[in-house]
């Protein structure tokens, strides 16, 4: 079985900064692609970064220029710091994860990040 651990969710202002962590743990012998993924209020979840076991990364559209993901693949760990946090980043945070042996994949059990003033 595999587990995910999130953390560094909480509240910020506005402009503010905040870094997000996720570790995996249990029986893998390699991860293919990792993400963050975040579910606001009343919306459906959406992709927010990924990034590939070789570094390459893709962000939504929102993330762009704000949000920074990286990975260390002998830690099997992944981080997401998110700069120039607004209003609408608003949303509970999930880290994700592919296996590259099987196929499977996994979910954490999300991290609420809050963004008022």
């Known amino acids: 079985q595999v587990q995910l651990v999130e953390s560094g969710g909480g509240l910020v202002q506005p402009g503010g900064s905040l870094r997000l962590s996720c570790a995996a743990s249990?029986?893998?012998?390699?991860?293919?692609?990792m993400a963050w993924y975040r579910r606001a209020p009343g919306k459906q979840r959406e992709l927010v970064a990924k990034?590939?076991?070789?570094?390459?990364?893709v962000y939504a559209d929102s993330a762009k220029g704000r949000f920074t993901i990286s990975r260390d693949n002998a830690k099997n760990t992944v981080a997401l710091q998110m700069n120039s946090l607004k209003p609408e980043d608003t949303a509970v945070y999930y880290c994700y994860i592919v296996l590259g042996a099987t196929g499977l994949d996994f979910w954490g059990q999300g991290t609420q990040v809050t963004v008022s003033s």
């Open positions: 249990g029986s893998i012998f390699s991860i293919d692609a």
């Open positions: 990034i590939s076991s070789g570094g390459s990364a």
